[in-house]
């Protein structure tokens, strides 16, 4: 690590604050390197990311997910101090909160290979949803993440499970192709839903080369608290109101226009979804198992 760049985001959930940014700044001088930092808002003007063997991000999921494009398919290390509202990518890599710890595990140079989604020509890092998963993250944006937190997605999750639209998709997954009515369909990269305690892929791991797909399918309220539990007690299993699934690539073709791409919030969704295996080299705690499945901490 000789050159690195702090990306940092101050209307990241938790904010920024100019304590966070000095003790980053004196841990990083305190070792042999060269570094920089500079605004998330200012990076798409930034030319002199090459340069850089490092990139740290501080903010959230949608901070990583306008750096993915910067750093992917590089040799790049990337770095996390989570900084966000649901920092779920930093919890399926087992990065804390805590930013000192964060900052040890950065300099400790422990890195692994971690696949990414691209839907056309956006890459993400944890997935991509529409249905009544997007109404919970779109309706969440605002003043109310920014009073409630994580608890905004909770708070808008419960509002919309009493109503439950179905519509009309159609998919191509790999080879097959199918029609259906769905509530939702999530294509995930990171199936974590809520840290390590909730997620929509039972088998999924971040460098398994394969995308984790999860269609609801609920005709009533019953059908979705049994589906809920389920997967809060991890008794997933597919049945007629929901459909476990893994690809290397999805079509769908939909007239919803309610999607988000790692909870920012898309009005028209590529078509084309496909896994991009190994595509950034995360720094990582040393006690990570190299095939991390995503679910499982």
Request: net charge positive; hydrophobic share 40%; with cysteine.
């Amino acid at each position: 690590m000789q050159n690195v760049l702090v990306v940092f985001n101050n209307s990241s959930g938790k904010g920024i604050k100019r304590n966070s940014k000095k003790l980053i700044f004196n841990r990083l001088k305190s070792i042999p390197c060269k570094f920089k930092f500079v605004n998330i808002s200012c990076i798409e003007n930034f030319l002199n990311i090459d340069k850089y063997d490092t990139v740290i991000v501080v903010g959230g999921d949608g901070s990583l997910l306008k750096i993915l494009p910067l750093i992917a398919n590089s040799d790049k290390k990337l770095g996390i101090i989570p900084c966000g509202t649901a920092n779920l990518f930093a919890a399926s890599l087992g990065i804390p909160d805590n930013i000192k710890k964060a900052l040890e595990i950065i300099i400790s140079g422990n890195t692994m290979e971690v696949d990414l989604g691209l839907a056309g020509n956006t890459y993400f890092s944890l997935r991509i949803g529409t249905g009544y998963d997007a109404e919970i993250i779109n309706s969440s944006a605002g003043k109310l993440k920014q009073k409630f937190g994580y608890l905004a997605y909770l708070i808008s999750g419960i509002k919309k499970c009493f109503k439950l639209p179905l519509k009309d998709y159609r998919l191509q997954i790999d080879e097959n192709n199918m029609e259906l009515k769905a509530n939702s369909i999530i294509v995930a990269n990171a199936g974590n839903m809520f840290r390590k305690f909730f997620t929509i892929a039972p088998n999924g791991s971040i460098n398994d080369g394969q995308l984790d797909i999860f269609i609801l399918k609920a005709r009533n309220f019953f059908d979705f608290a049994v589906i809920f539990f389920q997967i809060l007690f991890n008794r997933h299993k597919n049945n007629s109101s929901v459909i476990y699934n893994q690809a290397k690539s999805i079509q769908i073709q939909t007239l919803e226009k309610n999607f988000h791409i790692d909870g920012e919030t898309v009005t028209e969704l590529p078509v084309n979804i496909r896994i991009v295996p190994k595509a950034i080299n995360v720094l990582v705690p040393l006690n990570r198992h190299p095939e991390l499945v995503s679910g499982s901490y």
